[in-house]
């Protein structure tokens, strides 16, 4: 392989301490399976499946085949009255996997656009049925909804509205679920159901009536894989049928097999009015997301309006983009001919056997993890977030693409990782954790 000099001056990159990478750029140049290569040649194994995304594994062809042969039939359509075939056959697809009830699919083309388009259905929804005053959000504390206006207000992970103040939707938070005594628990915690019952304290504060709906993240992604007390989904699904409030599962991290299932809903038994997807629809090669409510979400809105107008004022030139749809459609037919849900799930025990493996490091304060995703906490150094920044970069250097998100990493490797490979990653963290100083 060849290296070049790179200009970087030009490229602000996203969530990126721009000024350190330029000193020490980490760059990847070609995937395949579960490694990426650098320019120099160098194997880095894939420890967080891309960004969550690439469940099938990198270069699948099926894919690359089917958007080429996409982007030479029909490269664009604009959605709005106009529309490609294959996005009516990708929704329909979709509906059959999504938890029973919701079978309607509006597209976008990231996870933060669905979010923000979730936010809008919402208010849309509620006001054909005649309750417009019900403006007020509800998310959790440590939540992560995507980066645009309505998801910055949704955060719980403050960071990301330090320098956004007085964004637009109005969003009470909820507790997070973690807790002291939850320190390594693999699965589900027992006890903090109750936790759910912040839900019915807004409400009482705030008044149901006034709130739209509960955006949650079924299992924290983001923040590094917190996952939720046993009977508290439930709990919370039942708070908001008691005060007409739609319950909103963002699945961008958490759908098509993460879990064991198509979707957490399925996986923990409780079913949404509207979930977001995103990362993995397409596999991570093309920019696509979805919104799938229940049909009588969308019912209540048409029959609100007048039927020569177009029914949601909202939308993007991205939707249901043509050659978006080509590549969901060959993943998803991966993820059937492959039986890579059901793969995760049989992959999934040795994969936390190995995580838990870390325990014994003193450089590790917590480990959290179902399905195929995990998290692992560093003990704090002086600064926080700093070894997280740091051991991200060593893992690298080692060979292990992990994402760091504060001082936790996010370690969920594709869905297709071999034992052997699992193996190899799981022994990079522990050579590398190993080595840190702990006051690091
Ligand atoms: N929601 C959740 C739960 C996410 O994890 C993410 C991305 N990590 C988003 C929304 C935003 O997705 P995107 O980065 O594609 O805008």
Redesign the pocket.
């Known amino acids: 392989m060849t290296q070049m000099p790179i200009n970087m001056d030009h490229h602000w990159m996203p969530f990126t301490n721009n000024r350190l990478f330029h000193q020490e750029p980490q760059m990847f140049e070609k995937a395949k399976g579960v490694r990426y290569w650098t320019p120099e040649g160098r194997e880095v194994l894939d420890g967080s499946s891309g960004?969550?995304t690439c469940a099938a594994g990198h270069g699948r062809p099926e894919i690359a085949e089917a958007v080429y042969s996409q982007l030479q039939t029909l490269d664009y359509t604009p959605h709005f009255q106009r529309a490609s075939a294959n996005s009516f056959e990708l929704a329909e697809k979709l509906a059959g996997i999504l938890p029973e009830g919701l079978d309607r699919v509006f597209f976008a083309s990231?996870?933060?656009?669905?979010?923000d388009s979730a936010i809008k259905i919402c208010m849309a929804y509620h006001k054909a049925k005649g309750e417009p005053q019900r403006t007020k959000f509800v998310s959790r504390s440590w939540?992560?909804?995507?980066?645009?206006l309505g998801?910055t207000s949704l955060a719980g992970m403050v960071g990301n509205r330090r320098d956004f103040g007085g964004v637009t939707v109005d969003v009470v938070h909820m507790r997070h679920t973690w807790s002291e005594e939850q320190r390594y628990t693999c699965g589900q915690p027992e006890s903090g159901a109750h936790l759910a019952d912040d839900l019915e304290e807004i409400c009482k504060t705030y008044g149901g009536e006034t709130i739209a709906a509960v955006f949650v993240?079924p299992i924290a992604?983001?923040i590094g894989t917190i996952v939720p007390p046993v009977g508290y989904l439930k709990r919370l699904r039942e708070i908001a049928d008691k005060y007409g409030i739609l319950l909103v599962f963002?699945?961008?991290?958490?759908g098509f097999g993460r879990t064991g299932e198509a979707f957490a809903a399925q996986e923990f038994g409780v079913t949404p009015d509207v979930m977001?997807m995103?990362?993995a629809l397409t596999n991570g090669t093309i920019?696509m997301?979805a919104v799938a409510v229940k049909t009588e979400i969308q019912q209540a809105i048409f029959d609100s309006i007048l039927a020569d107008r177009p029914e949601l004022m909202h939308g993007y030139t991205y939707s249901a983009h043509p050659v978006a749809c080509a590549a969901a459609l060959a993943t998803l037919g991966i993820y059937e001919k492959d039986g890579l849900f059901a793969r995760g799930r049989a992959l999934s025990p040795t994969f936390l056997d190995a995580v838990f493996s870390l325990r014994n490091l003193p450089q590790v304060s917590d480990l959290r993890g179902y399905g195929m995703m995990s998290g692992i906490q560093l003990t704090p150094g002086a600064t926080p977030g700093a070894k997280g920044s740091l051991v991200q970069r060593k893992l690298f250097d080692a060979g292990l693409h992990v994402k760091a998100t504060g001082d936790a990493l996010i370690f969920a490797p594709p869905l297709v990782t071999e034992e052997g490979d699992l193996g190899a990653m799981v022994d990079i963290l522990q050579k590398v954790l190993g080595q840190v100083e702990l006051a690091a």
Do not use: M, R
């Open positions: 960004l969550f990231s996870g933060s656009e669905a979010v939540g992560y909804h995507g980066v645009n998801g993240e992604g983001s963002d699945e961008v991290i958490t977001t995103a990362k920019p997301s």
